[in-house]
């Protein structure tokens, strides 16, 4: 049950995957994570020995803290989060109480390895349209929030990749890439074990747009108009990521809340 300062499994998981949400630090020990090393889609791992030392760049912003039970590490993170400054709340109950839940879990196993700071970084062909922002969208919102994402030449992808420490995706012969009739935005979802409802009718929607399959899903001509709507008006790809987000942000929220309504003109016709 959520209080002023905790936060309850179903009302977190309204939050997670969408624009504003707080970021989810997961404070459980070395020893708690290595039993079972999954996370709350879209948390980063931190250690509560030294967050006086890292609570300061999340000032100003809101955070849920986690822990295995909800008790003395999250506990006590939030507090000093609150000293600094953040908004800090705890989640009632812990990592165990999200997973009793039966609420969706991160496979931290498929993760690459992060860089100095901790992030992911990509790294796929310039010039987007579909997948190439849908999967760091994906990503961004439910994987790792500080994801890096490099655009280069297609014929430099692998080369780039193996320079940098850059994971390629959506590429012909990589691991993230399309398999089958799914995409690459699909494989994510299943090897990253983060499929609920809404991401999967989303899917459906990326893979009809992505794939010249437009009868999938009524919508998929809309998502591809929009799509190739945003390569025209950015000739910068990060600038149309950015731009990306927002308009997956609008797809997704549509997908988990608004399926069921309809709109129509006049909304209220005079009565014979």
């Not at 509560?48 to 006590?76: M, T």
């Not at 995409?183 to 009718?201: N, Q």
């Amino acid at each position: 049950m959520s209080t002023f300062t905790t936060i309850s499994s179903d009302k977190l998981v309204r939050l997670i995957g969408t624009a504003n949400a707080p970021a989810l630090i997961d404070v459980r020990t070395e020893e708690d994570f290595a039993a079972d090393p999954r996370l709350i889609p879209g948390s980063i791992r931190l250690s509560h020995d030294n967050v006086p030392d890292w609570g300061a760049a999340f000032a100003g912003r809101s955070a849920i803290v986690s822990c295995l039970r909800g008790e003395k590490l999250a506990q006590g993170t939030a507090a000093w989060l609150r000293q600094l400054g953040v908004r800090a709340e705890t989640l009632d109950g812990g990592f165990e109480a999200w997973k009793a839940a039966k609420q969706p879990l991160l496979d931290t196993r498929k993760l690459p390895p992060r860089d100095a700071t901790g992030r992911t970084v990509w790294v796929t062909r310039a010039r987007p349209k579909i997948d190439r922002i849908a999967c760091p969208w994906l990503i961004r919102r439910f994987v790792d929030p500080n994801a890096v994402f490099l655009y280069v030449a297609p014929s430099e992808v692998v080369a780039v990749g193996e320079r940098f420490g850059a994971v390629p995706f959506d590429i012909e012969n990589v691991f993230w890439s399309h398999r089958g009739e799914l995409c690459t935005f699909d494989v994510m979802i299943e090897e990253f074990g983060i499929a609920t409802s809404p991401l999967l009718r989303l899917a459906t929607l990326v893979r009809g747009a992505d794939t010249a399959r437009l009868d999938l899903a009524p919508e998929a001509p809309g998502l591809l108009a929009a799509s190739l709507g945003l390569s025209r008006m950015y000739d910068d790809d990060l600038e149309q990521l950015e731009a990306g987000m927002l308009l997956y942000d609008a797809f997704y929220r549509w997908c988990r809340d608004a399926t069921g309504e309809t709109h129509n003109w006049p909304t209220n016709k005079a009565k014979a």
